[in-house]
């Protein structure tokens, strides 16, 4: 008879694991988070049920269902983002000893609201019939007069330039990063481009011979076209100069979370050796946790030193950075 009891406990544990979910708002396609969540669902038990949306969306969204969202966690990408999504109250504070060890400490919250999952750097790339690595060296250096007609860059309208700005005034101050974003803009060879990938393409077309984008959209091009006279290089590598920008996609647990402690379990499980892998290698990016070693064609790229500035600064001045880049009047 007492030995049904343990029996009967295990049981009732099982139905209560089984009734667990956890429900996710991604800002991150289908296609790189489903596989991640199918891994989860098959180690744990735990349903992963998710919508994806634009960013944009996702946080009107959040703040419209208020308490009765049926969310526990949002992902989405740039730091600059998960910031805005902590400023506006929708992301919980999240004690884990777990994430502390897994996620380095300036790709996360100082509050723990937000952890990065997967880093990108956007660093230099260049024009390899036109353009030697010795030319190159810094952010800074790409308003060098030797370099006018040569520089295209993305919009300032997006996200990434706005935090590559931001941490760029957490370095220097504004007055210094608004005579360097003015430089750039006085050695642009055409007008801004809607996204990475044109611009990679203008490079590699000739069109230009510099230009800043996130690294995985690199990746991305030379997967289909291996032949591309386009190339990498690591910014601010020299002592002094800072280490290279990086910046993050990353998760928090909502704050009307309605399974924070499953939420948070699978938040962790993201975290770990295991999911790493398969939140980076998906979009060619390169795993937070130090523990885990990038896809080969990732690690191909070499080495590199990169920023240890807290990305918060990123979400902290981008209206900074906004109103900075249009006195500078870059487009
Ligand atoms: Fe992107």
């Keep these: 008879m007492f030995r049904l009891f343990p029996a009967l406990l295990l049981g009732l544990a099982a139905i209560i694991a089984h009734a667990d979910e956890v429900v996710v708002y991604s800002a991150r396609n289908e296609q790189l988070i489903k596989p991640l969540f199918d891994a989860y669902t098959q180690a744990t038990g735990v349903a992963v049920k998710f919508v994806t949306d634009k960013e944009g969306a996702l946080l009107e969204r959040l703040k419209a269902e208020g308490a009765n969202t049926p969310a526990d966690m949002l992902i989405t990408v ?42 990108r750097s956007r660093t230099l790339f260049y024009n390899t019939r036109k353009v030697k690595p010795a030319d190159l060296s810094s952010y800074e250096d790409l308003g060098n007069p030797k370099w006018q007609g040569r520089l295209c860059l993305r919009t300032s309208k997006k996200v990434y330039n706005q935090s ?87 998760a928090g647990i909502t704050l009307h979370a309605k399974h924070p402690e499953a939420a948070v379990k699978l938040l962790e499980w993201l975290s770990s050796e295991k999911a790493q892998n398969l939140f980076a290698d998906a979009n060619l990016e390169f795993p937070v946790n130090r523990k885990v070693r990038p896809a080969a064609a990732v690690a191909a790229w070499g080495k590199f030193r990169q920023s240890t500035l807290n990305l918060a600064k990123a979400g902290e001045l981008q209206v900074a950075a906004v109103k900075l880049m249009d006195r500078a009047g870059y487009k």
């Design 78 to 119: 740039d730091a600059g983002n998960l910031w805005q999504a902590a400023q506006e109250g929708l992301l919980k504070p999240v004690s884990s000893k777990t994430l502390a060890a897994n996620v380095p400490v300036h790709l996360r919250d100082p509050l723990n609201r937000w952890f990065g999952l997967s880093l």
């Design 164 to 250: 590559l700005v931001a941490m760029l005034i957490a370095q220097h101050g504004e007055a210094q990063t608004e005579k360097i974003v003015r430089s750039w803009v006085a050695n642009l060879a055409t007008d801004p481009f809607s996204d990475d990938t044109k611009m990679l393409e203008a490079i590699a077309a000739g069109q230009c011979d510099v230009g800043l984008a996130n690294t995985y959209y690199y990746g991305r091009l030379m997967e289909k076209f291996p032949q591309l006279p386009l190339a990498l290089f690591w910014a601010n590598q020299a002592k002094g100069q800072g280490g290279v920008h990086v910046n993050v996609s990353g």
